[in-house]
């Protein structure tokens, strides 16, 4: 049972600078990852396929986002040997994990960005 003395301490540790957690949190806070995680959920793609699914992402930026998520185990490249090479990124099975999630956050996005949108106007009005 989880009492919320509990909670109190585990909201510590995130507040804490050094709390490793934070490692985690910059990563699938970031606006790319959450956009390449909900565009791979659908399955594997290549580099090109996510560029253009996304829109508006440099691909210097693209490419340190699918590095990152690799290197965190979110993300596998797999490349086939054929001329040119083939490369594609899909999402491991913690990768997909996080579908949940993201999938919550999108949902939330969607039913507050005009709320969200209403009260940024009346900050700039006002």
């Known amino acids: 049972m989880v009492t919320s003395e509990d909670s109190i301490l585990k909201r510590g540790k995130l507040t804490d600078p050094n709390c490793p957690t934070r490692l985690v949190l910059d990563r699938i806070g970031d606006k790319w990852t959450v956009l390449v995680v909900t565009l791979l959920s659908d399955g594997p793609m290549r580099f090109t396929q996510l560029r253009t699914g996304i ?20 993300v596998i490249r797999t490349v086939y040997p054929e ?22 956050i999108a949902d939330w996005s969607e039913r507050n960005v005009n709320r969200i949108l209403a009260a940024r ?3 700039d009005e006002g």
Do not use: F, I, N
């Open 83 to 104: 001329v040119p090479p083939k490369v594609t990124y899909e999402l491991t099975d913690l990768g997909h994990s996080l579908r949940g999630p993201v999938e919550a």
């Open 121 to 123: 106007a009346a900050v």
């Open 55 to 74: 829109g508006g992402v440099a691909p210097k930026v693209l490419t340190q986002t699918l590095r990152a998520l690799e290197r965190d185990g979110l």
